[in-house]
């Protein structure tokens, strides 16, 4: 097996076990977030298990890295719904935003949440909302974030998307690896799958009903693709030799996989529903790491063939293949920005790799992060965050960057984790 190839394997596999704690570590960047005066959501008539709804929602914002929520107890007045507002008091503390609500139950149990966001300058609304609903609490909480980041910033949020990553323990006998979905800040993990094989090259479908990923069944590399509500598993062919590295095509219909069932690692497009198999890509070089271009047009993907692993673009209708990375000789592990307009990557050099950006169809370069071992990186579906395995302080950790601040969450774990994998936006 060609030396890269099999490093590339084995960096992979290498799970290393730390202890770490659990909490969100928010680093301070230097865009100054918006204010919002937060007047606690009325949840006296909810019963007990909505008491901390203030508390989550707070903290949804705050992790959005654009709001300052500043609650009841420092603000200079509490309107309630229903109640005037004294605009002044908002304006005095530099506040151009006023959040308020309540939480009821309705005579046949669901959760009624009404609320309201204002403009302060202006004085008028930007949300007034008043809807049912049986999510638990945390999902709500996420969602009414979501909504106020769209009505401030005109971008979806993700609050209420998820996120799949791979963890590692160690057993008497060897490692069980868990393929787990997390929240869209990597907490409150439940396993999908659990394998005493390795778990690599997690990706959703387009509609977050499905996700694909590589492991192994019978000693024999394979490729799978489960159905996320029932749990229900298919295992694609497979042959002799890599079948990995799936990527999801944006209109469903095809995995781009790598293949070296002709003898060498290539580029392949397989069909969901005839189940064939169309090769893409055609050189003596390693080529592997397939991901789509948001118009399905192209894939993104790894190669050697020009002395170093590279990203490069593949046209689909006319075959051509483009190298997209000349700075430095280790650029992998790519993925185009929902816009179709920047690549984000793994950048290594003098032993260290970080997450970089670069423009397509531009010159543009530009290192994201400075931690010495980046990688993996994932795009949030409003292309705005990502999503990446390293080590921070001698710690194990998944970590959320913030694109338009620079500002990151690092989320210590107490197992080896890798290849995070951002959902769509998700309608469940």
């Known amino acids: 097996m060609n030396r890269w190839l099999l490093g590339c394997f084995l960096f992979v596999c290498a799970f290393v076990q730390v202890q770490a704690q659990s909490e969100i570590v928010i680093n301070q960047g230097q865009q100054s977030a918006l204010g919002i005066a937060y007047v606690d959501f009325d949840v006296s008539a909810a019963g007990g298990e909505f008491a901390e709804f203030n508390r989550i929602l707070e903290r949804e914002l705050q992790l959005t890295h654009e709001f300052a929520p500043v609650r009841s107890a420092a603000l200079l007045s509490t309107p309630t719904l229903g109640e005037s507002i004294a605009w002044g008091d908002f304006k005095s503390k530099n506040l151009p935003f006023l959040l308020r609500g309540a939480i009821q139950l309705t005579a046949s149990g669901q959760q009624r949440y009404t609320y309201e966001l204002w403009n302060v300058l202006t004085q008028e609304p930007l949300i007034k909302e008043d809807y049912q609903s049986d999510h638990h609490v945390r999902r709500m909480a996420q969602t009414i974030s979501d909504e106020i980041y769209e009505a401030i910033l005109g971008i979806p949020g993700v609050a209420s998307t998820k996120i799949l990553y791979v963890t590692s323990v160690k057993t008497a006998s060897g490692f069980e690896f868990h393929l787990n979905i997390a929240d869209s800040h990597g907490e409150f993990p439940q396993p999908l799958v659990t394998s005493e094989k390795p778990i690599l090259s997690p990706t959703w479908s387009p509609d977050g009903s499905r996700f694909a990923y590589a492991s192994y069944s019978q000693n024999k590399a394979v490729v799978f693709i489960q159905d996320l509500l029932t749990g229900v598993r298919q295992e694609l062919p497979a042959f002799d030799g890599i ?34 198999h169309q090769r893409l890509t055609v050189d003596s070089a390693i080529d592997t790491e397939p991901s789509w271009f948001p118009d399905g047009r192209g894939l993104l993907f790894t190669s050697d063939r020009g002395g170093s692993p590279q990203l490069y673009r593949l046209d689909l209708a006319s075959k051509k293949v483009t190298r997209l990375t000349f700075d430095g000789k280790y650029n992998a592990k790519g993925q185009v920005t929902p816009d179709g307009r920047y690549i984000v990557f793994v950048h290594g050099k003098s032993g260290q790799y970080h997450i970089a950006v670069k423009g397509v169809d531009r010159p543009l370069f530009k290192l994201l992060t400075q931690t010495p ?29 913030a694109l338009r601040n620079g500002k990151i969450n690092y989320v210590p774990t107490q197992k080896a984790i890798r290849e995070p994998a951002w959902s769509p936006f998700l309608n469940f």
């Open 373 to 401: 071992l980046d990688e993996s990186p994932s795009i949030s579906p409003n292309g705005l965050f990502i999503a990446y395995a390293t080590r921070n302080r001698g710690q194990n950790t998944l970590a959320f960057l």
């Open 243 to 276: 079948n990995g590295a799936p990527s999801w095509s944006p209109d469903g219909q095809y995995l781009a996989m790598t293949l070296s069932k002709d003898g060498n690692p290539e580029i392949y497009a397989y069909h969901i529903r005839s189940g064939t």
